[in-house]
């Protein structure tokens, strides 16, 4: 997440499937800016309704996007960076997927014309409160030269949605002063035609402010098809259709909790596409040679991250010691509602052999973030630069804890200046367990089958072999082990070892059969 982050917002059904449950999402996310200064709104220029009938419909232009980014060779989220710059002048607009849900009518009329407008529910139909909607969106007769309602002139309709070359092509009943600016659609159309995609526009920021961290907006048909309405109502985010496509996309508060209501987990198979403790260290040794910059004037660099906007934040290696497996049931049937993912567990403080905490594969309930042997919670502990979540814990964390975006645009800041692709972010390990002449020690525990990883404290003289550091965080008097008093620099926390010292996969079977029984998994 070189930048910026976004969670899911929206749902909205789909014409063509009024009578189940398809939907359409659309999403809040922060995204980057252009520089030119011409802050001058883009002139009024409105759709016919016959090239509005001509956009298509959600489900054919979720395809296209995928397809064009494919084809671009670029992520949505790269993307989604370049077409918002981090500036103010699109502050009040959002990103969407261009597309329609139902046809517009030809009135026959030449002073009026048909459009897409939507209002505040409690103004469309009272009883319709009963179900608590946000807004109502219909086709509505409205005068060409005068942007008023053909049925009552006192009603004034505004720009809602743009396409890339600036036409309206949706609108509201809702006044506003809101438009993009000349410097802004330049660099949007800039963008969009440098990638070459056809189907994404500019839309009015939704309130997001009505929403609560577990609550999404949820647009649906409204009625019969012949009504041509959509209701949005407010539902809570685990409502979430499988059948659900993005469509919006907005900047997010810029102190919001990145990571706390609508997480981005790694899959099994990109978690071992992530190097071996060994290769990568060889490749922050790389990075960094490249730009010539040294550990210590990196780490000098990310400490002010950490100081000011991640206190209970550590850098990390992202790095992995054994494989993930896929999760079948005792017929060898794949459980689609599970993973396994790596999760930590903290010993008491009391043992005799200094044993911290101790990661192994967990079967995870992908809907609630449930151990499915013991029911446990499973929580956040590691985020790639992307902000996707890469291990875990099941300790409980206060929801504070997660990067915060404000955090992870800095963090990103600094790794982009650098070219620094593997580093990461974990929880700040308990440092109050440390002396000055103590570490934290990683290494395995058992055969390489068992896939356990333990966490020990041991003295810094008595570390062999040259183990790798893994993770570093801000060394203050207040609340370092270290003797540097007063410096504001990073220092490692924790070594490790891992299999071979790392040089080797830990090799182990490729699935885990869920049994009956004990809801456990065995090789």
């Known amino acids: 997440m070189p930048d910026h982050s976004y969670t899911t917002l929206l749902q909205s059904t789909h014409p063509s499937t009024i009578n189940d449950d398809s939907y359409t999402t659309f999403s809040i996310s922060l995204l980057p800016s252009d520089n030119a200064n011409d802050d001058t709104k883009i002139d009024e220029k409105h759709i016919s309704f016959s090239e509005y009938n001509k956009i298509p419909l959600i489900t054919d232009q979720n395809a296209t996007l995928d397809r064009e980014l494919d084809a671009a060779g670029i992520t949505a989220h790269d993307l989604f960076q370049k077409l918002f710059p981090e500036s103010d002048n699109h502050l009040g607009l ?7 849900h139902c046809e517009l009518s030809d009135l026959k009329d030449v002073n009026n014309t048909e459009r897409m407008v939507s209002r505040n529910a409690e103004s469309c ?3 319709l409160n009963e179900n608590k909607p946000v807004s109502i969106s219909e086709p509505c007769a409205v005068n060409s030269s005068t942007n008023r309602d053909a049925n009552n002139k006192d009603v004034r309709i505004f720009p809602a949605r743009w396409l890339s070359d600036g036409t309206i092509f949706e ?5 506003h002063d809101i438009a993009p600016t000349q410097s802004f659609m330049r660099n949007f159309k800039n963008v969009i035609d440098e990638h070459r995609i056809t189907c994404l526009g500019v839309c009015l920021l939704p309130e997001i402010t009505k929403l609560t961290g577990g609550e999404i907006f949820l647009e ?16 809570a985010k685990s409502a979430h259709t499988d059948h659900a496509f993005e469509a919006i996309w907005a900047v997010e508060k810029e102190n919001a909790v990145v990571y706390s209501d609508d997480e981005k987990h790694i899959s099994i198979s990109e978690y071992n596409k992530i190097p071996l403790i060994a290769d990568q260290k060889a490749k922050l040794d790389a990075e960094m ?30 790095h992995r010691h054994y494989d993930l497996l896929e999760l079948q049931d005792t017929d060898g049937q794949p459980q689609p509602d599970m993973t396994e993912r790596m999760v930590s567990k903290d010993f008491p403080s009391s043992n005799e052999n200094n044993l911290v905490s101790i990661s192994e594969p967990c079967a995870v309930k992908f809907s609630t973030n449930q151990d499915v042997k013991t029911e446990e919670i499973i929580f956040p ?4 630069s992307n902000g996707t979540i890469f291990e875990y814990t099941r300790n409980h964390q206060p929801q504070n804890n997660a990067p915060t975006v404000t955090f992870m645009r800095e963090f990103n800041k600094v790794l982009n200046k650098n070219l620094i692709t593997c580093l990461g972010v974990c929880l700040l390990p308990e440092i109050t367990k440390l002396t000055d002449e103590k570490i934290f020690l990683e290494k395995s525990d058992g055969s390489a089958t068992d896939r356990r990883q333990v966490t020990v404290i041991v003295e810094k003289s008595e570390l062999e072999n040259e183990p790798f550091d ?3 965080a801000v060394n203050k008097s207040t609340n370092s082990p270290s003797s540097n008093q007063g410096t504001n620099l990073m220092e490692p926390l924790r070594n490790c070892t891992g299999c071979n010292n790392g040089k ?11 049994t009956s029984e004990n809801k456990g998994l065995k090789p």
């Open 289 to 318: 040679g490249a730009v010539d910059i040294s550990g210590h004037k990196l780490f000098e660099a990310l400490a002010p991250v950490f100081t000011d906007h991640g206190p209970g934040l550590a850098l990390c290696l992202v």
């Open 125 to 127: 139909d009272p009883n």
């Open 504 to 514: 080797e996969d830990c090799q182990g079977p490729k699935v885990r059969v869920l």
């Open 470 to 472: 893994t993770i570093w």
């Open 94 to 100: 959002a990103l969407c997927l261009v597309h329609r």
């Open 220 to 235: 649906k048909s409204y009625g019969l098809a012949t009504d041509r309405r959509q209701a949005t109502f407010i539902v």
């Open 171 to 175: 609108y509201t009943r809702n006044s």
């Open 381 to 384: 502990e590691r985020w790639l």
